[in-house]
């Protein structure tokens, strides 16, 4: 039955796999650019999504620790597979922004500010470990005594179609970050996909006013129980089977007392301080900025692009560097990540995504970094927190 | 956040690698083609130089505060304000010339022109050091976002008990404001302490670190407001005498220095520990600190 109205947030409702196209119509109809997962390069990316076609039918990742296969699935899974080496952060925070432009005439210079004007983004796939992401990124950019225009224009503006991960990746640990894997806020649309012999379908939660009238020009049922009943039976299929755990108890007070540790000078054997944590990591933040000029010196712009604390320019002062050593920066990594995030922003800056872990070229995981660290105080191996003084 | 446009007013030099750029917001656009007259590099004259037209105004900051100055093409750096906090028209920035972009501030004439953004991030506690002793700590250009609070203390001097000022540098040629540490002292209730780590030739002071002053600064130690800004190790230990003469840990502020992007809390880089410097500080209080400042790489 076609849904023109009637429809209410709180709803949930069926679409059939073969009108998903509909709802990619409804979007660009509404003017959005949609951005979804696609395979590229022998990944699962984020890009611009021509149709639903464009998106990695049939495919599903194999993750571990350093380790990112694709692989054909048996069937023709749409979202089959868990999160990649991109965020959303890409389309909401860009890895590479003009901030600001300047001209030089007679000794004077004149700033140029820029405008940016994008039609809204409609993300197509967000994982609810990247809705947390996301949330937490607002804390960042949005909450505090600044905002962000460019981030605050680019998320607000944004329509997100999110999907309930129906397999949990090999370095996953939503579950342990209590980020995922069921969707439970921050959506238009959430789709849970039901893949069988004899159906493929969506049930489709519907999150806002907006949502509910995007619905009004895409083919829909009302879900029957036993169809909310088998989104709750996939959710904690996912769930029971993470790839990875992570005890977050007392996470905080735990890598606070254990700033000296001997795991830290195990870990920077191994870290070859490249950043790829940091870049695929969906709350990383940090950024640096980089002042250009033309050959004649009379143009100059202003960039600012993604950083890592794992330069060893990220603490420049007059004088040297802050953390100089790959143990200091991997400490300052993990420990905002898991501690001093909860100081900063009030939650952790951990989703459970696990790109961190897939990511690293030598496989360092972070939740056998805060096993390990956990463990000692249990085994006495760990050295008593001693202060100077 | 975009840079405002200033003009450099003047360009002190104050040791050999530190000088004073005194800024001015530049006119509006098509107004600003008058050159302001060339003045020069005067070390250590108070000349007044007139400005061609009544300047604007500058934007209110707080002593201990700091800017973003940017030069064309070349970078921005953070840079705490020195200068006199009522003074409406200049902002004065004591700059050591360490870096890419402060080397080329160092060679800025007056009349030239430079980006600034700010004030950020938070200041000295004077408003709650009122009734007590005061006791500012500096060390070497840590002098700096320390001058503002000292021209703040003598304009509204009954309102704070004894006040010492206990500086230490390298050497006697690294000794900012001299004329004004010289006019400051002069004042009956107003001490400056003043030590170098190095003395050379006709050096007749005191020898040994800021810290060794500590003990024989005349200050109340229960009621006094302690403020610092020098190199880490030297407020660590200048702050662990003052706890030791009796000096509370709560009444121990600190102004503190890393590298920064964007000074609004965004860029991460001058994290120390959950600190945000650029926005939690730079002045901060020492209590909180105290333990981070011990770990090593922070």
Known sequence: MMGASGIQVGDVVVIERAHLERLFDALRQRGYQIVGPTVRDEAIIYDLLRSAEDLPIGWTDEQEGGYYRLKRRNDAAVFGYAVGPHSWKRFVHPPALRLWRAERTDGRFRIIEETETLPPFAFIGVRSCELHALAIQDRVFLEGAYVDPVYKARRSGAFIVAVNCGQAGGTCFCASMNTGPRVTFGFDLALTELLDAERHDFVVDVGTERGAELLGDVPYRAASDAERAAVDDLVAHTAAHMGRTMETAEIKELLYRHYEHPRWDDVARRCLTCGNCTMVCPTCFCTTVEDVTDLRGQRAERWRRWDSCFTLDFTYLAGGRVRASAKARYRQWMTHKLATWIDQFGTSGCVGCGRCITWCPVAIDITEEVRAIRESESTGSAPSPGKEQ | ?298
Not at chain 2, 159 to 174: E, I, Q, S
Not at chain 2, 223 to 236: D, H, I, L
Request: hydrophobic letters at 40%; a positive charge.
């Open chain 2, 1 to 298: 956040m975009v840079p405002h446009p200033y003009r450099v007013r003047r360009r002190r030099r104050e040791t050999h690698d530190t000088f004073t750029l005194e800024l001015q917001p530049a006119s509006r656009e098509g107004m600003d083609d008058e050159r302001l007259p060339l003045g020069q590099e005067d070390a250590e004259r108070d000349i007044p130089i007139a400005s061609p037209q009544p300047p604007s105004t500058v934007p209110a900051f707080l002593p201990g505060q700091f800017n973003m100055l940017y030069l064309f093409g070349v970078g921005e750096v953070p840079i705490s304000i020195s200068g006199d906090p009522a003074d409406s028209t200049t902002l004065a920035h004591t700059i050591r010339a360490v870096g890419t972009v402060t080397a080329a501030l160092r060679a800025l004439r007056p009349g030239d022109m430079v980006g600034v953004r700010g004030p950020f991030g938070s200041h000295w506690p004077l408003s709650d050091a009122e009734g007590n002793d005061v006791v500012l700590i500096a060390g070497g250009i840590g002098l700096a976002p320390l001058r503002p609070a000292v021209y703040r203390i003598l304009a509204e001097r009954a309102k704070y008990g004894r006040v010492v000022l206990l500086y230490g540098t390298r050497t006697p040629a690294d000794i900012l404001y001299r004329r004004e540490l010289a006019r400051w002292r002069s004042h009956f209730d107003f001490d400056v302490l003043i030590t170098v780590d190095h003395a050379l030739g006709n050096w007749r002071g005191n020898v040994g670190v800021v810290t060794t002053l500590i003990a024989r600064a005349p200050f109340d130690p229960l009621n006094t407001v302690a403020m610092m800004c020098g190199p880490e190790v030297m407020m660590r230990f200048a702050a662990r005498e003052l706890v030791r003469r009796g000096v509370p840990v709560d009444r121990i502020f600190i102004s503190m220095e890393r590298n920064m992007k964007c000074a609004i809390g965004f860029c991460g880089h001058c994290q120390f520990g959950p600190t945000f410097v650029c926005k939690d500080g730079p002045v901060l209080p020492y209590r909180g600190v105290k333990d981070l400042l011990t770990i090593r790489e922070l």
